[in-house]
């Protein structure tokens, strides 16, 4: 194990920081809602506080398996993008006759949460710097100029290292004002106060076990009482279980993160990176990285590890070897860092579907609505998806319910032992495209064709 990893503590830091607010008590006995909101990571707070500031006075309760943010929404790197197709490449192949409606919807919903955390004063480091994608290969940089869209600038080796000094980078694109950098668990806690300050009431520690038809609406089932309520919205991502019909779609994989120590200016000064953007480099087992608000650097991806048979075990946070692999990727690409340390190290599951971006849809007559799939781009698109699932729910139609990528669903995936083998295979062969110049073997090409496909 390289020495800069002796010390990581294996937890996410971003749930580590003080200001983490005390568990709301679990649901005890019997209850009632108008609407009950099974999750309360990002997807589930927004369509809390959305349905809030639609209809002051509807009740609305937010049930949650553990604690607000434990999961995903506490997890990740902090990129709240404008996409909500993964980026638009994925939008554009998949939903070319809306991808320009998809884009000014995406940058009105970016525009928004900056909005609702300015309106609510959440303290999560909200910072719009853009997203820097470097290209570390000539066939990187190749297919970023093939692919580069009006009002872009493509960026030579000299001006990207400008941005941010690697000795990796021989080219780059900077998209100035798509994507902002955040606190994860100080946006979710935020969101929380938010829904608290307009009446959202909330069970944490409260597994939802079942769901049933109950009268007019519906009953929600937990260890320790009933919560019946007219609608439902399910944001329980990659954890979701209460739909028989979305393990068809969805698979749970893994994503690593590390985090060093906070660089001192010396080191952040031999790196550059004045503007602070998000960065991530365009391979398809790509890396992700950011600094934070007091000069650590964030450094995930690359590995996206699918467990066989879709098991999701606490145990499966930590594994060596991808924190191995991360810290010797991050001394290639910062030899300037190399003896800088890592104080943690952490994993966790994100909603994958075959498309790479979220779908949609409702059960039980319209009584229940879901949104999963966002494929480790939900920090800003959950935002999205809550005022879908709020729309579906009344019924009537709107200018998102009317998109043909809420309308439709991904192509499913196989079903075990088929899609553990499918999956592997796939992502074999994802590794050997970046060291074989970016070329697609045959099965990726075939996969291409029919929509299914799995990427990091």
């Known amino acids: 194990m390289p020495s800069t990893l002796r010390d990581a503590l294996p937890e996410p830091f971003w749930l580590t ?53 434990w999961a995903a929404s506490g997890r ?60 570390t290969a000539d066939w990187q940089l190749a297919e970023m100029r093939a692919n580069l869209r009006p009002g872009e600038e493509l960026l030579d080796r000299e001006r990207v290292r400008a941005e941010v000094d690697s000795p990796t980078y021989v080219g780059g694109v900077w998209d100035a004002d798509g994507c902002a950098m955040i606190d994860p668990a100080r946006l979710v806690w935020g969101l929380r106060d938010a829904c608290l300050s ?7 520690q409260s597994p939802v076990d079942r769901i049933e038809r109950h009268g007019a609406g519906m009953r929600l089932h937990t260890a320790g009482g009933r919560l019946g309520a007219g609608k439902v919205a399910l944001a329980t991502g990659a954890h979701g279980r209460l739909l028989r019909r979305l393990g068809h779609f969805v698979v749970p994989v893994y994503d690593y993160a590390l985090m060093t120590a906070p660089l001192t200016a010396t080191q952040l000064a031999a790196i550059g990176w004045r503007h602070r953007q998000g960065v991530g480099d365009a391979a398809n087992q ?14 995930g991806g690359y590995d996206a ?31 300037q860092l190399a003896d800088v340390p890592f104080t943690h190290k952490w994993g966790g599951v994100i909603d994958t579907c075959s498309r790479f971006s979220s779908f949609f849809g409702t059960a039980y007559d ?3 609505a879901y949104a999963v799939g966002y494929t480790g781009l939900g920090v800003g698109a959950t935002r999205f998806g809550a005022d879908v699932m709020l729309d579906l729910l009344t019924g009537s139609p709107t200018e998102r319910t009317s ?4 309308r439709t669903k991904p192509v499913p995936f196989p079903p075990e032992p088929v899609r553990s083998a499918v999956i592997q295979l796939t992502r074999w062969s994802i590794a050997r495209a970046d060291d074989n110049d970016g070329r697609r ?3 990726l090409r075939a996969l291409d064709r029919v929509g299914l496909g799995f990427d990091s």
């Open 17 to 69: 920081q003080a200001g983490a607010p005390a568990p709301a008590a679990p649901l005890d006995g019997d209850g009632s809602a108008d609407l009950a909101v099974v999750g309360a990571g990002y997807s589930g707070l927004w369509t809390a506080l959305l349905a809030k500031e639609r209809d002051p006075g509807r009740d609305v309760v937010v049930i949650e398996a553990g604690t607000a943010g």
């Open 76 to 135: 990740n790197g902090g990129f709240c993008s404008a996409s909500l197709t993964h980026g638009h490449a994925n939008g554009a192949s998949r939903f070319p006759g809306e991808i320009d409606r998809l884009e000014k919807l995406g940058r009105q919903n970016l525009d928004e949460i900056e909005a609702t955390i300015t309106r609510y004063g959440i303290d999560c480091d909200f910072s719009r710097t853009g997203e820097l994608s470097v290209a």
């Open 198 to 204: 307009l009446g959202v009431r909330f069970h944490e």
């Open 286 to 299: 790509f890396h992700y990285y950011r600094l934070t608000a007091d000069n650590r650097i964030l450094w």
């Open 305 to 335: 590890v699918y467990y066989n048979g879709g098991r999701i075990d606490p145990a499966y946070d930590q594994r060596e070897a991808t924190f191995v692999t991360l810290a010797e990727h991050f001394r290639t690409t910062f030899p």
């Open 366 to 368: 319209g009584r229940v």
């Open 403 to 406: 998109l043909r990528m809420v």
């Open 441 to 443: 073997n045959l099965w």
